[in-house]
Structures are given as C-alpha cells and as structure tokens.
C-alpha cells in the first residue's frame, strides 16, 4: 500500500505547497521587472534595488527597525529565557498562575488591544513615544514568545543531569551556565530570532505606540501600500524575505548540529562509564 | 581568580575547573571563564552564585515586574478609559476619579460607551461579522491544511522534516509582505484575472480585490501553517497498520477515512482550527488591505475610531469587549488542552 506516492498524495502537497508559495515568488519576480506596471513583464533590471538604496526615507525607517529588532530581541531573550527556567525549575511560587497567564496572554491577545493599551499607558504616565516605547513594546510581547520556546526546551530535558551536578556542590547560577544554558541554547537562539523576525514584521503595534522620528519599515511599507503595488516595496520586500530565509537555514543547520553533537558527547559518556 | 575559595571547592566544581583547561575554546562554558577575568562579571556571577535565595528572588521578580508593568497595567488602563467620557483635551477623555473639596473622591463611571456599541448596530454587525469572517476562514483552512498535512505524513521519511520546515519558512517571513503578495494577484488588472483571461476560462475580469473572499483567502494563506502543524502532529502518530487491516477485510479507502483517518486527528483538527479562529478574530492588516469599504470586522473599527476619529474611550470599550468575546474560544481551547494531557 505504502510503495511510491499515491496521486493524492502528490497533489495534495504540490497544490498545497503552491500556494504557500507561489505569490511569494511572484513577488520577487516582479521586483525584478523593469516594468512600472507590476503585472507586464518589461524584462530584467535590477533598477528598483537602485532605486530603494536612494530612497531616504526608506533607508532611515530600515534603520530604525533594525535597530529596534536588535534591541528587542536582545532583552526579550534575556526576559524570556528567565521567565522560561521560571515556569519549568521553580516549582511554585508565590503568583506563579498570574505570572503564566500574563506569559500566555499575548500570544493571544488581538494587536490592535495590545498596541492600544501601551499607547493608553505610555500617554498616561506622559512618556514621550519614539524609539523606547515601540522598543518596550516589541520586548513584551516577543518575551512571551521566547519563554514559550525556552519553556518547551526545558520540559523535554532530563532534570537530573542539573540535579546530579547540585548534589556534587555545584551552585545554582553555575549549574545554569555549564548545564543548563548549552543545553537549551538552541532554544535561546531560535527565541532571539523569532523576536527578531516579530519586530522586524510588527505593524499594528509600532502604529500605536511609535511618535514622530520614529517611523518603521513595516509602517512605511503600509503607508505606500495602501496607494497601490509598487516595484520598489517588491524590492524591500525581496529583501526582507530573503534575509529571513538565509537566518532560518543558518539557525537549522546549528540547531541540527548542536543536536549532534550532543548525541555524540552523550554516547561517548556513557561508553566511558 | 577564586583563590579564596580554593581549599573549599566542592567537587563537581574542582571538575569543572579542571576540564576547563582543555575546554573547547568559544564553547560558553570557556566564554563563562574568560569572562570571570573580568572584574564587575566575576562580582556578579559570584554574588549570584554565592547567595542562592536571593539570586532566585532576583530572577523571579525581574520578568514578573516587567509583565505587571508593561502587560497588566495598560490592560487596567484601558479598562478604566473605557469608562470614561470623550473630551477635546489633551489625552482626549476626561478624568475618572476627581477630588472634590479635597475630601472625598468622586468616581464618575461613564456607561454611555457600553451602550453606544449596543445600541449602535455599526459594533455589533462589526463584532457579528468579524465571527463569521474568522469562522469561515477557520473552515477553509481546516479544507485546504488538511490535504496537505496528510500528504506530508504520507511522504516518504526523509522528507518529512524538510516539508516541515517549508511549512514553517512562511510564518517567518514578513506577514505584512504576504499580505501584500496577494494584492498583485488579485486586483483587477492583477495576475489572476490576467491568466484566467488568457486561458479563456472568464471574459470579464473578476472582482476579487476589495471583497470578503479576498479577505478569507488572505486570512487561510497567512494562517495556514498554525493549521497544517497541529494536524501533522496529530495524523504523523498514526499507525499504518489500522488503514491496512481495514484495507484488507474490505473496508473503501473513503470509509477508512471517516472511521479511523478522522477520528484520530481530531485533536489536530480542534487545536489548529482554535489557533487559526482566534487570530484571525481581530485582526486589522488583511481586512484593511485585502477588504473592501464593506468588509467590517472588528479590529478595523478599533482602528479608525482611535485614528481617524480619536474617541479614545470609545476605541477603549471596543477593545474590552472584544478581550469579552475572545475569551470564550480560549477558555475553551486551555480546557481542551488540559483534558489531553490528563488523557
């Protein structure tokens, strides 16, 4: 029954897979077209890159991102790592079902709610907005996301191995770094890119809670795409599709080897016993 | 470095310490130690270290705040604007609790913005069809996600983790951008209505753009790989055996289907179409896009009621009835998933 693929079974996963995919490879067709009309093919150029690096106004809200992406990640891996190790090493402690609802809520919690009540926030303690408050806020929601991932790292590791190096006299905060930490860093890696990528893409919240000076890319993007398709943001969006796809395959391919490795160094432990 | 406690060293930590000597370079272990050169970083991880308590007591409140200040408190926020009264004023409501003669508090608990969005029929229409756009999303992901999940544990093994991945490579990728690809296929001079012309199969171009389709097709092409993955966890557990044994006292593949293929994935079926639902319940950027001026669902409104008409208490109210109407179907799905685990 199970020998070649059955008809169904092929079309299924092409007519699927096609259209997972296939605007997204329209699009980055069409970004090299040298045509202005997005839908009449005017052969090859790669004019629209040349003109998006002299778009000024593009490169500074690119900037911006970036550097809020960065920053956000950054301290949403460390808020989320710690958050993680907390729901799954710490037993119970005192507000522990508070703390897991306020870590579960964004994931749920409709943007358009989360980005208001920030702004509400921000604008009721007269926090001037720009470039902190769209930063604090993409640290909030993508902490979640990290502790999420740190979280089901933790669950599926044998607690005993940090256990065992306890009972030897290993402190805590050192077992964490030399047992724990290698252990669930590929977790802490993928949690990092995954708020990275999450801020780089968030438009509803930065709409709410950005101020003047302060534009990101996703905002300028909307802004230009609401008056109609244009080859330029075909070449931002290439861009930015093709830097993901390049980080996604980078982080797989260390996953995958981190992986190995320590299948590796755990089947030499136990042959040396 | 550690001088003081050398005599001391209990002997996992003497293991360490010893091993560091050969310790891969660039592991973190030896970035850990190259570190504790460092003088402020030796202090920390020692007063981390040395003081266990407190160390947790640290780690635990440091998160904790962060959540309560910049999660719970806007939430409180909004919920106390909601209550109040629009104002031309900078923020743009008044205030909920005044002192009067210094003495006494005077709450003023305005309802008038509940029972705007009851009485007018804008909200609950907005409300009624974001659950029916949301919902027949749902259904058509579950129909196309299906097929492709079951194609994918029908895959030889090999392939299973590559097509995964490619399931999962769109959700990294920008949503505002996928969003975005759909418009140059479906507007009226776009990709679609071009090929179907060309092949003959319509004379006049579709209207697709700036409809409630094109909002459902945006809505499953985004939120396809939340669909797909609960179902492929779900069917890959699947013996082959049953559909074999079923196969051989002459049960039809389509009957095998309903009697054992479909019950067996019903948990995938739930979770995904809960993780599909509820997104999709509030969202903003693909009605705005892909909808029209007639496509009402509820994010949209919040939206223009804070921007384009700047009734803050009102946008408020918005959003704490849709927190209301949302927590139904999540409630529902931490249940469900607490049921399985127990099971």
């Known amino acids: 029954m199970n020998k070649g693929l059955s008809w169904f079974t092929w079309s299924a996963l092409i007519v699927g897979f096609s259209f997972l995919y296939l605007p997204i490879i329209l699009l980055i067709l069409f970004s090299f077209n040298e045509s202005k009309l997005v839908t009449v093919w005017g052969g090859f150029s790669t004019k629209w890159y040349v003109e998006l690096f002299n778009n000024q106004g593009l490169m500074n809200a690119a900037w911006v991102t970036l550097k809020v992406a960065f920053v956000s990640s950054t301290v949403a891996t460390l808020l989320g790592t710690m958050s993680g190790v ?61 502790a999420v991932v740190v979280q089901s790292r933790l669950a599926t590791f044998d607690h005993s191995i940090e256990e065992a190096a306890m009972d030897l006299g290993c402190p805590p905060g050192r077992t964490f770094f030399a047992i ?18 999450l801020s780089l893409d968030d438009l509803v919240i930065a709409s709410f809670t950005t101020g003047p000076g302060a534009t990101t890319l996703p905002m300028k993007i909307y802004s230009q795409v609401r008056l109609g398709v244009t080859p330029e943001i075909n070449a ?9 796809a390049v980080g996604v395959l980078v982080a797989s391919v260390i996953s995958r080897r981190s992986e190995a490795n320590r299948l590796r160094d755990e089947r030499l432990a136990v042959a040396e016993t | 470095m550690n001088q003081k406690h050398q005599d001391t060293k209990a002997p996992a930590v003497e293991y360490l310490d010893s091993s560091s000597t050969d310790s891969v370079p660039g592991t973190l272990e030896g970035f850990h130690k190259q570190l504790q050169l460092l003088p402020p970083y030796r202090w920390l991880s020692q007063a981390i270290a040395g003081s266990g308590i407190s160390a947790r007591g640290l ?23 909601s209550f109040s009264e629009y104002a031309i004023a900078q923020p743009p409501y008044t205030a909920l609790f005044e002192w009067v003669d210094d003495i006494y508090i005077q709450v003023k608990l305005n309802l008038e913005n509940y029972q705007l969005l009851y009485e007018d029929s804008l909200y609950w229409r907005a409300y009624l069809n974001s659950v029916k756009i949301a919902g027949i999303s749902t259904l058509l992901a579950l129909l196309v996600g299906y097929p492709l999940a ?47 012309l060309n092949l003959g199969v ?28 609960p179902l492929y966890a779900s069917l890959e557990k699947m013996d082959d055996s049953l559909l074999e044994a079923a196969a051989d006292l002459g049960c039809r593949p389509i009957k095998s289907f309903w009697q054992i293929t479909f019950p067996i994935s019903i948990h995938g079926v739930i979770a995904g179409c809960f993780l599909v639902f509820i997104p999709a319940l509030g969202e903003f950027v693909i009605p705005d896009l892909l909808g029209g001026s ?16 700047r009734d803050w208490p009102l946008s408020s109210a918005v959003a704490v009835v849709l927190l209301l109407i949302l927590v139904v179907p999540i409630v529902a799905f931490q249940k469900m998933q607490e049921k399985d685990k127990v099971a």
């Open chain 2, 150 to 196: 079951y194609g994918m544990t029908r895959a030889p093994r090999h392939w299973r983790l590559a097509l995964l991945m490619l399931v999962i490579l769109p959700f990294w990728t920008s949503f505002l951008i996928r969003v975005y690809a759909w418009i140059g296929i479906l507007k009226k001079e776009g990709l679609l209505n071009l090929l179907l």
């Open chain 1, 86 to 146: 907390m729901l799954t090493r710490f037993g119970s402690f005192r507000g522990r079902t508070l703390f897991s609802g306020m870590i579960y809520a964004p994931l749920v919690m409709p943007e358009v709610i989360t980005g208001l009540s920030l702004l509400l926030m921000f604008v009721a303690i007269s926090w001037d907005r720009g470039f902190a408050t769209v930063t604090i806020a993409h640290i909030t929601f993508s902490m979640c996301y990290v």
């Open chain 2, 59 to 81: 780690l635990i409140a440091t998160p904790y705040l962060w959540l309560l200040l910049f999660f719970l408190a806007p939430f409180l926020i909004v919920l106390k604007i």
């Open chain 2, 294 to 309: 007639g496509t009402l669902m509820i994010g949209k409104t919040l939206w223009a009621e804070f921007f384009s008409n």
């Open chain 1, 236 to 244: 931002v969006s290439t861009i930015l599709v093709g830097l993901v």
């Open chain 2, 202 to 229: 319509i004379d006049q171009p579709l209207t697709v753009m700036n409809t409630d389709i094109a909002v459902y097709i945006g809505i499953v092409y985004s939120y396809l790989p939340f669909m797909v993955l």
């Open chain 1, 180 to 197: 724990t930490l290698p252990i669930i860093l590929p977790a802490v890696v993928s949690g990092w890119l995954l708020s990275f990528t």
